[in-house]
């Protein structure tokens, strides 16, 4: 009877824990252990009466808030505040930018799939649209990205036609004459013209992103929207904001650029303003600009503001034409001929009103570029990123079904295979998550983590998948000309890589360092607490952690034994694979705790590690957003396989990821103790098995309807355009001429037709009446096309010592 009364103790115990319900699983569960001693009677030993009782005064004193504050959390919390690290302003106002959503999720450990796959993505509206068919076409017809990177510039009719088309004012409402348009067609914008022209789309993207406008138009005055914005917006201004130094790359609250405030003359008279002396550098758009933002420390010695005399970071706006200001250099950021530049002042004078938000907003440019940033980082590089992966499938998928070798399109062969996969899948996986992400800020959030997610792993694997294009392109792809598209994506990856965060910062560093903070459920709440000694705050949020701790191990373990099969899920064609998912939220959350409270505060400074639990979060969320993908769109069998491709995938990055975790946690025991917890029966996840690989490969050789769709962000040039129009157009034709090359096999099989060089082959076929005059047509102008592309650029010596 004991032992049937220790097991359903035991069942309840663990049912309550895997609902999250952690206190009354507890109570439960001694309340199942005192009704079998009640049944025992007599006949059972005093020793279990005792643990019994022991047990209850354990869950009573646990249980009841009142005494749980008098006997653990009042003598708790004076400890506790006294080692508490402070956290600076800096640092506090970085953690507290921007907002939280789906990482929430993650780190809850039971994510709420319904409520994501209700979450409504914003469509594009019909006048974003008609701007996409309309000058964004237009302007990428216009673009000839060979030609630019010879004259290092776009031409004057293009800078024109952008200005002209407020380009530079997509993201600004009509009221100020900008384009008012949604996250996700700002996205969308750039995607297509980086498919075209990445100097071109860098051009564009600047200005709506991370800059004066951004930054007027959310901590402006009202005289300083009405006086700027309409010039931002159809191109009058040109702006840059000035944010990175020599001393202040990553680290740019460091920056030694300075304003003081002082007298000094201003248009004929004597005002109170600042003087300005900076050092920048990597400035896009400086040598263009004619309006700079500038990110600076502000000092008033003479006191003439009030207050601290070390006022902090501030932004202001600074024309380029005031004297001292040293602009129009060029850097030659690897070669792509978009404009950037350093820039310096010299003892530059402004009025206080070229401060951003007027005096009022002096000492808060630190929060206003973390607030911008949160929302920034989600949008332009991931744009870029995903018009890069966008434009190797669509190259790629052509080439590798015209291209033939051994009689064979190249495409058939396993070697080229594996390649083609990773770019299908990780292109599916990368459009999702700019489209899901875009979503979330069109719905008003300004989610810092996964904008940081967003753009690190985006254009990680935009590396990724441009480097596999070029391997399948060989020595077509190292051929400098206007036939090579890829040479010049190829050149703008690491552009990606290192601006707006460096991407070794974003996951060493950020992602988690914030993430663990902000999105965990209890340690923003408990620090809070301690920071004001709030005793009840601090005993409710101290018994909910480790509530928290207990139910998700309990959870980790239980899915870890069971696949995962016990946890909720939508019905789904991949109902199993939410389950994974859900399997390892509960693991994840569990990890992090435990280096947590292994760790402590050194955890900031053990970077591998916090980057390992970047890595587990950001590839969570990446399989999140391609479940989401899957479930808002048609049904295709091509997504399924490219949904599937990208989960594996995503599953077993965050299981490898995990396991480095706990193989590099300092305590052995901890560590050995959380791997039998959460892998119970092993590392079980593998790679995309080659049979999907295949599938997902065969998606943009085979399935025309599944490479459109995957691709429809990008420029398809006219057929007689060298690189991707002549592509197209080859493939076109090497499409038609599949039945007829299939018929001559037939017939060289039935020994109809004798072996034969392919000229010669269709010629007998003709003679001998396998074949009509049409297809024999139809063949000669595949062969035609399939020659004129396999070919690569050369120059004569005039002109190819005159190559930039």
């Keep these: 009877m004991l032992l049937i009364g220790l097991l359903v103790a035991l069942i309840v115990l663990l049912g309550f824990a895997f609902m999250g319900r952690g206190w009354l699983a507890w109570v439960s569960a001694v309340a199942v252990l005192f009704a079998t001693g009640a049944v025992l009677g007599v006949t059972s030993p005093y020793l279990i009466y005792g643990l019994l009782c022991l047990l209850g005064l354990v869950a009573l004193a646990t249980g009841w808030a009142p005494l749980r504050r008098a006997l653990f959390a009042r003598a708790l919390l004076p400890k506790l505040a006294a080692v508490m690290p402070r956290l600076g302003d800096t640092e506090r106002i970085a953690l507290e930018a921007g907002t939280v959503w789906w990482d929430a999720q993650i780190f809850s450990g039971m994510p709420d799939w319904a409520s994501l796959l209700r979450f409504p993505c914003q469509p594009l509206s019909p006048r974003e649209q008609a701007f996409l068919d309309g000058p964004v076409t237009k302007l990428c017809a216009m673009l000839d990205d060979w030609q630019i990177e010879q004259d290092r510039d776009l031409p004057p009719e293009v800078w024109g036609f952008i200005k002209r088309e407020r380009?530079?004012?997509?993201?600004?409402?009509?009221?100020?004459?900008?384009?008012?348009?949604?996250?996700?067609?700002?996205?969308?914008?750039?995607?297509?013209?980086?498919?075209?022209?990445?100097?071109?789309?860098?051009?564009?993207?600047?200005?709506?992103?991370?800059?004066?406008?951004?930054?007027?138009?959310?901590?402006?005055?009202?005289?300083?929207?009405?006086?700027?914005?309409?010039?931002?917006?159809?191109?009058?201004?040109?702006?840059?904001?000035?944010?990175?130094?020599?001393?202040?790359?990553?680290?740019?609250?460091?920056?030694?650029?300075?304003?003081?405030?002082?007298?000094?003359?201003?248009?004929?008279?004597?005002?109170?303003?600042?003087?300005?002396?900076?050092?920048?550098?990597?400035?896009?758009?400086?040598?263009?600009?004619?309006?700079?933002?500038?990110?600076?420390?502000?000092?008033?010695?003479?006191?003439?503001?009030?207050?601290?005399?070390?006022?902090?970071?501030?932004?202001?706006?600074?024309?380029?034409?005031?004297?001292?200001?040293?602009?129009?250099?060029?850097?030659?950021?690897?070669?792509?001929?978009?404009?950037?530049?350093?820039?310096?002042?010299?003892?530059?004078?402004?009025?206080?009103?070229?401060?951003?938000?007027?005096?009022?907003?002096?000492?808060?440019?630190?929060?206003?570029?973390?607030?911008?940033?949160?929302?920034?980082?989600?949008?332009?590089?991931?744009?870029?990123?995903?018009?890069?992966?966008?434009?190797?499938?669509?190259?790629?998928?052509?080439?590798?079904?015209?291209?033939?070798?051994?009689?064979?399109?190249?495409?058939?062969?396993?070697?080229?295979?594996?390649?083609?996969?990773?770019?299908?899948?990780?292109?599916?996986?990368?459009?999702?998550?700019?489209?899901?992400?875009?979503?979330?800020?069109?719905?008003?959030?300004?989610?810092?983590?996964?904008?940081?997610?967003?753009?690190?792993?985006?254009?990680?694997?935009?590396?990724?998948?441009?480097?596999?294009?070029?391997?399948?392109?060989?020595?077509?792809?190292?051929?400098?000309?206007?036939?090579?598209?890829?040479?010049?994506?190829?050149?703008?990856?690491?552009?990606?890589?290192?601006?707006?965060?460096?991407?070794?910062?974003?996951?060493?560093?950020?992602?988690?360092?914030?993430?663990?903070?902000?999105?965990?459920?209890?340690?923003?709440?408990?620090?809070?607490?301690?920071?004001?000694?709030?005793?009840?705050?601090?005993?409710?949020?101290?018994?909910?952690?480790?509530?928290?701790?207990?139910?998700?191990?309990?959870?980790?373990?239980?899915?870890?034994?069971?696949?995962?099969?016990?946890?909720?899920?939508?019905d789904s064609e991949l109902r199993r694979q939410y389950q994974h998912l859900t399997r390892f939220a509960s693991a994840f959350a569990f990890i992090s705790d435990l280096c947590m409270a292994t760790l402590g505060g050194s955890l900031k400074r053990r970077e591998k590690i916090s980057g390992r639990l970047a890595d587990a979060l950001a590839w969570q969320y990446l399989a999140a957003a391609t479940l989401k993908r899957y479930h808002d769109e048609p049904k295709l069998a091509s997504n399924y396989d490219l949904a599937r491709w990208g989960v594996a995938l995503a599953l077993f990055r965050t299981q490898e990821a995990l396991r480095g975790v706990l193989d590099n946690l300092p305590s052995a025991f901890a560590a050995g103790f959380a791997r039998w917890l959460v892998f119970p029966l092993g590392a079980r996840f593998r790679p995309p098995s080659d049979l999907l690989g295949q599938r997902a490969a065969r998606a943009i050789l085979e399935d025309r309807e599944a490479r459109l769709h995957l691709t429809e962000d990008i420029h398809v040039p006219g057929p007689h355009e060298p690189g991707l129009g002549e592509l197209e157009a080859a493939l076109d034709k090497a499409v038609r001429a599949l039945p007829v090359e299939t018929k001559l096999r037939d017939a060289v099989r039935a020994g109809r037709l004798d072996r034969a060089p392919k000229d010669e082959l269709d010629r007998r076929a003709l003679a001998a009446g396998i074949i009509t005059p049409e297809e024999y047509a139809a063949l000669g102008e595949a062969n035609e096309a399939r020659d004129a592309v396999v070919q690569v650029d050369a120059f004569d010596a005039d002109t190819y010592r005159q190559l930039r």
């Design 167 to 570: 380009f530079f004012g997509m993201v600004l409402p009509e009221r100020y004459g900008g384009l008012g348009m949604s996250e996700i067609g700002h996205s969308r914008v750039v995607t297509r013209i980086a498919t075209r022209s990445v100097a071109a789309a860098v051009t564009v993207m600047v200005p709506n992103s991370l800059g004066p406008g951004e930054l007027l138009l959310h901590y402006g005055t009202e005289e300083q929207k009405q006086r700027y914005l309409p010039r931002l917006a159809d191109g009058r201004e040109v702006p840059c904001f000035a944010l990175t130094g020599p001393e202040a790359g990553s680290d740019a609250a460091a920056t030694q650029s300075e304003g003081i405030v002082e007298w000094g003359r201003w248009q004929g008279e004597q005002v109170i303003g600042l003087r300005l002396n900076w050092n920048k550098r990597y400035i896009t758009l400086a040598p263009v600009a004619t309006l700079i933002g500038l990110a600076f420390r502000l000092k008033d010695p003479h006191g003439l503001l009030g207050g601290e005399a070390d006022r902090g970071i501030t932004c202001a706006l600074i024309p380029r034409d005031l004297p001292g200001v040293v602009i129009g250099r060029h850097h030659d950021p690897m070669g792509v001929p978009f404009a950037n530049g350093p820039i310096e002042g010299h003892d530059v004078f402004v009025p206080l009103d070229a401060i951003i938000g007027g005096v009022e907003q002096a000492g808060h440019g630190w929060r206003m570029l973390m607030e911008s940033l949160a929302a920034g980082r989600s949008i332009s590089l991931p744009a870029l990123a995903v018009g890069a992966a966008q434009m190797a499938t669509r190259i790629c998928g052509a080439y590798a079904t015209v291209r033939e070798q051994f009689d064979t399109p190249i495409g058939r062969f396993e070697g080229i295979e594996e390649p083609l996969a990773r770019i299908a899948g990780l292109t599916y996986l990368m459009s999702a998550t700019r489209t899901l992400t875009c979503g979330a800020l069109d719905a008003g959030e300004k989610p810092a983590v996964l904008g940081s997610i967003a753009k690190a792993y985006l254009t990680d694997a935009m590396r990724e998948v441009v480097s596999d294009a070029m391997d399948i392109r060989a020595g077509a792809a190292i051929q400098r000309g206007p036939r090579n598209a890829l040479s010049r994506m190829w050149m703008s990856v690491p552009i990606g890589i290192t601006v707006e965060g460096a991407n070794i910062l974003t996951r060493s560093m950020i992602i988690y360092g914030q993430g663990a903070i902000r999105c965990h459920p209890w340690v923003q709440k408990l620090i809070d607490a301690i920071a004001a000694r709030d005793l009840a705050a601090f005993d409710r949020c101290t018994f909910g952690y480790i509530n928290f701790v207990f139910t998700r191990g309990v959870r980790a373990l239980l899915l870890g034994l069971t696949g995962a099969r016990l946890a909720k899920a939508p």
